[in-house]
């Protein structure tokens, strides 16, 4: 079982950029799809981004697709996703979660079995 840990979370301003980080852990943690969730303040938990044991390989929501990039460090076990042009509805808390089958790349939360405790993440004017 991989156990991961969110880091990053902050308040900024609409346009601001923000990068968030997620330490992963366990064994055969890199052959581990790596995906970010958010949930937003009354509403549930809605996929952002995923990226393969093949780092080419990676999937966005259309909401944030070309504003938010997903990435990972294989020699760091980290995950991160560099935000830009951040708006007002994108607060809410940004989850890190694995699936064990690195050739899998979904958005359905169902698929992933480890995920962290959420790093909040506010954008206000």
């Known amino acids: 079982q991989v156990q991961v840990v969110e880091s990053g979370g902050a308040s900024v301003r609409p346009g601001d950029s923000l990068r968030l980080s997620c330490a992963a852990s366990?064994?055969?943690?890199?052959?581990?799809?790596m995906a970010w969730f958010r949930q937003a303040p009354g509403k549930g938990r809605e996929f952002v981004a995923a990226i393969g044991t093949n780092t080419r390989s990676t999937l966005y929501a259309d909401s944030v697709k070309g504003r938010f990039t997903i990435s990972r460090d294989k020699t760091k076990n980290m995950l991160y996703l560099q935000m830009d042009s951040l708006k007002l509805e994108d607060t809410a808390d940004y989850y890190c979660a694995a699936n064990w089958d690195g050739t899998v790349i979904s958005g359905n939360e169902r698929v992933y079995k480890s995920w962290g405790q959420g790093t909040q993440v506010t954008v206000s004017a």
């Open positions: 366990g064994r055969a943690v890199n052959g581990y799809t």
